[in-house]
């Protein structure tokens, strides 16, 4: 038994990161498609006068979208989100599992669960990036969808958040829920018998 | 364990829309910005003398390339997980603050490490900073955050009795 378990747990991690991040660049055109998927689903529907399509293009999302201008005439307009950028939390969710205890199934089964949650904070924070792309950077984008000024900076916040540390904090957030025993196990003044 | 998720959760958004505002940041967040600034650029000069801060910006004057530090970039989102996270946890208050103080200690340190990195990455190869800035850091970053939390619950004393994750 080691009596240094977070540090060995931490090594385990390191090896298994530069792995991780190889097999999601290598694969991030799968691993974009159900981003891709949920975002083409909902946001043209949801806000179809300014959105028009969202094509995957690799491991980027070309968004189409409409401009009006000020005699009604329509313009399309195209740029591109990076998802990787919101998906770079899937690398270390997954050495997390990798190095943590547990059968090849358990793994498995933390893994998928980790997966699709990562999946949802990854769309979400696209999602956001979009729509704030459209509501804060295109004029007249906010008066067609009639969304108030308050909604509009709640947003911009929102795409911050979304931004600089929902995909970051999300793998270990999951990580932590999934791994209770094992937390208990590096952390003994945690575990109930001790106290006893 | 729900009671110290829901309370992560709000500490942690409570204190980034405070970070965001523009009281915090042109108070707080700014100048800290500099002065990682002109930390890094210090350790730098003790073996590249053509590097200078200015503002939240780091140059090298004989290759001409600079860098700036942006929000994201700076440590603070860090520093905001690992202090929720402390504070959500049910412990005395001399182990939060002492927490606090060594893991926003070792946050920075890493992040120091991280824009120097990156200040010479850069004059080497794009492609590897950009790489190493928008996606491997990033990773590294947060698992110091993990790694210094469970490090924390480990010194934490034994009473059943505060803790969350035995509810």
Known sequence: MNNRPVLYFFLRVLVWLPITFSIWYYFSIIFTWPIAFAVDGSLPNLFSPVVAEIRQNGYQLTVIGRVYSSSGSVGLLRFDVNTLLYSNCLPLYTALVLASPGGEGQKWLRWLIGLVLLWLVATLSVSLEIMKHFLAEIPGAREILNFPSWAVNGLILSDLYGNLLLPALAPLVIWIALNLDYIKQLAPGLRKEDSC | ?167
Not at chain 2, 7 to 32: C, G, H, R
Not at chain 2, 103 to 114: D, E, H, P, T
Not at chain 2, 119 to 144: C, P, R, S, T
């Open chain 2, 1 to 167: 364990m729900l009671r110290f998720f829901l309370f992560f959760l709000a500490i942690q958004i409570v204190l980034f829309v405070v970070s965001v505002t523009s009281i915090a940041q042109n108070l707080v967040i700014v100048p800290f910005t500099e002065l990682i600034a002109a930390i890094s650029a210090w350790l730098i000069m003790l073996f590249d003398v053509d590097v200078v801060s200015e503002g939240v910006v780091i140059r090298d004057y004989g290759h001409g390339f600079a860098v700036a530090i942006q929000a994201g970039c700076n440590g603070v989102e860090a520093v905001i997980v690992l202090v929720a996270a402390i504070l959500a946890f049910p412990s005395p208050w001399k182990y939060k603050l002492g927490g606090i103080f060594l893991g926003s200690i070792a946050v920075q340190a890493l992040n120091l490490i991280r824009i120097i990195t990156l200040f010479y990455l850069g004059q080497w190869n794009m492609k590897v900073f950009e790489w190493a800035h928008l996606y491997i850091w990033q990773a590294l970053i947060m698992l110091d955050v993990l790694i210094f939390f469970l490090v924390w619950l480990r010194y934490l004393p034994k009473d059943k009795s505060k803790f969350a994750f035995n509810e």
